[in-house]
């Protein structure tokens, strides 16, 4: 079975510091990771992926995430916070040869970015 | 453009009262697939599609029907509604092979009395 924990239901941070949104994953084999962003009354919109190589992945918005297999972890960052990122974020695993069972999300975590 | 598309956005029904919620993608996408989410539990997956004819449970099937009998539709069939279906259902499509991202539809917020 696979699994995706965000420990932080909500992550407060003023505009123009860093943010990081945390997340943990548990899967057999090398997953594929995920992060979406949901802003209100709206679907999710892919942010970024990890799929193999390089440990830092960019995405959208300037947000980035680092893989580490060894914590396994895929925690979202970025540099410089902005009020329009605050959001809705979710995690996300698959493993690549679990086709059709499509994605495992995390609970969730509510970025909340402060003028 | 490039699209998921859902309806209806909004629902307020009653226990018992059979209800089809849709799902069409202009995509071409193989894969679909059916979300409900529930403050705090993420997205969990109810029924997915790998092509047409071909559906399986996800991890929440119980109560809930799909048919893929086109390639761009999915729809979500709840024959018997109950309270506890009160939920915010998405509808996702993504194309076959590979890690390739999902593409979300906006929402039904379904309401069970």
């Known amino acids: 079975a696979q699994s995706v924990a965000q420990p932080e239901d909500q992550v407060n941070v003023a505009e123009g510091n860093p943010l990081t949104v945390k997340c943990t994953y548990s899967?057999?084999?090398?997953?594929?990771l995920f992060w979406y962003v949901q802003y209100p009354n709206r679907g999710l919109q892919f942010l970024l992926k990890?799929?193999?190589?390089?440990?830092l992945v960019k995405g959208s918005y300037g947000f980035e995430a680092e893989f580490n297999k060894s914590q396994t972890s895929f925690h979202l960052k970025k540099p410089s916070a902005l009020v329009s990122d605050s959001a809705l974020y979710f995690c996300?695993?698959?493993?690549?040869?679990?086709?059709?069972?499509?994605?495992?999300f995390g609970g969730g975590t509510r970025l909340m970015v402060k003028p | 453009e490039a699209q998921v598309t859902q309806n209806p956005r909004y629902l307020i029904t009653v226990t018992g009262k059979k209800l089809t919620v849709t799902c069409s993608q202009n995509m071409n996408h193989e894969y679909m697939s059916w979300y409900r989410q529930d403050p705090g539990l993420g997205l969990r997956q109810i029924y997915y599609s790998m092509n047409v004819e071909v559906t399986d449970k996800g991890d929440v099937p119980e109560g809930y029907k799909v048919s893929r009998k086109e390639k761009r539709n999915f729809p979500l069939i709840l024959e018997s509604p109950s309270p506890n279906q009160t939920s915010l259902y998405f509808c996702a499509s993504r194309q076959a092979g590979g890690p390739h991202e999902q593409y979300f539809g906006p929402g039904t917020r379904l309401t069970v009395t």
């Open positions: 990890y799929i193999t190589g390089d440990n």
């Open positions: 996300a695993v698959r493993r690549p040869n679990n086709a059709g069972n499509m994605l495992t």
């Open positions: 899967v057999s084999g090398n997953p594929y």
